[in-house]
């Protein structure tokens, strides 16, 4: 069974940083992405970034040049947050998705930016 198990969110203040991390355990056939989706108060959820095995990653616009996310190995994915905004209030998850777009996701954790 897989399962995805995140941590690291919190409240923090505008222009404050955050760490999620999030770790597989189970067989996952495939593997292909490992990344971040969030879901705003009232919206639906969007890609934030991800990256594939040994490959390049992919951001949201909004937090090119502030987020990071980085694989420290096959199944382990961190997002750096710096420069924090209001906006980036949400529930994020951590997602596995396989070659042939099977897709997992964690439980999710709550980042709230206030002042």
């Known amino acids: 069974q897989v399962r995805l198990v995140e941590s690291g969110g919190g409240l923090v203040q505008p222009g404050g940083s955050l760490r999620l991390s999030c770790a597989a355990s189970?067989?996952?056939?495939?593997?292909?992405?490992m990344g971040w989706y969030r879901q705003p108060p009232g919206k639906e959820r969007e890609l934030v970034a991800t990256?594939?095995?040994?490959?390049?990653a992919t951001y949201l616009d909004s937090v090119r040049g502030r987020f990071t996310i980085s694989r420290p190995n096959a199944k382990n994915t961190i997002l750096q947050m710096n420069s924090l905004k209001p906006e980036d209030t949400a529930v994020y998850y951590c997602?596995?998705?396989?070659?042939?777009?099977?897709?997992?996701w964690g439980q999710g954790t709550q980042v709230t930016v206030s002042s």
């Open positions: 189970g067989t996952i056939s495939n593997l292909y992405t």
């Open positions: 990256m594939t095995t040994g490959g390049p």
């Open positions: 997602n596995v998705r396989t070659l042939t777009g099977k897709d997992y």
